[in-house]
């Protein structure tokens, strides 16, 4: 599969959907991809490198502050003779990121006191959301500078801040404009819920979108922050975003409860086939349901999402009507709303969930 692919129009009709041999292949590499992992977070989550880059980001400054000069800017006439002496590779643990490895500047005479790292702390604290919210277009750099503000309390000087918060956001602007592969077998689009600081704490949704590249690679395309009342103009200007920086198909994007995301879509790539995660999906069949019910309906609904086929996994949702329907009609409601993006994932479909 390269970039040149050529598909045929997608056939979506009231007999449902057929899947052309090269989306077939694109959706066995996303469901092996799945299995690998495509979170953001976590311990084998996407977040370490954004993690690693603003700490190394900050504790380069801190180092420039104390030493009173840039990296290889010293001034000749100076008083003390300290410089930068190389770095000492370091883990830390986070919440969010789990282990991540940095590299902590050292100077000459080892009077170097790190304070977004301190010396022997293994754990992070509050780096993770700040993180999160960094990298995510649509933060002022107000509200980027409180972040770190909070962070480091009165530990630094302010023209450090300003410094780093600079630093940081340059950083930020190139990655988020970095080009982008032409083509990806699939886009997983989510949202996290983070805290924004600019006078005033609040939480505010993150939303993600990561890549499945032709060749298996995952990479997080891309981070922005919304207010929690996203719709269709919202999503056109991420999906443009995305376009504009090279993204001319998508073979399947993934997402679950957007709003106007899924008819932007097809404005944008319009072969590009929506499908609805099946793990919000799970979740939000148990937040309909009693836990005493939970075993029961787990086993029940475990032969829809591991059908061989669009047919048995339509059956299996009859099936599993037939022995909740009436007891948990938002359930039912919730799993046919949601089959038309559900069902692309089987290599075949004959019959409508509706």
Known sequence: MTAEIVRPRKNVGAKGRQLSPEQAAAAAMVAEARQRGLALTGPDGLLKLFTKNVLETALNEEMT??????????????VSTNVRNGRRSKTVVSDAAGEVSIDVPRDREGTFEPKIVRRRQRRLGEVDEMVLSLYAKG??????????????GASISKETVSRITDKVVAEMTEWSSRPLDVVYVAVFIDAIVVKVRDGQVANRPVYAAIGVTVDGRKDVLGLWAGTGGEG??????????????????VFFLVCDGLKGLPGVVEAVWPQTIVQTCIIHLIRNTFRLTSRRDSDAIKKDIKPIYTAPNAD?????LDDLEENWGTQYRAMIRLWRNAWNEFIPFSTTTSRSAR
């Open 65 to 78: 502050e104390h030493l009173g000069h840039e990296k290889n800017q010293a001034d000749n006439g100076r």
């Open 139 to 152: 933060l002022t750099t107000g509200e980027i500078s409180a972040h770190f503000a909070e962070i480091y």
């Open 232 to 249: 269709a103009k919202f999503w056109m200007s991420v999906l443009v975003d995305l376009k504009n920086r090279g993204v001319s198909d």
């Open 312 to 316: 048995a996994a339509l059956a299996a």
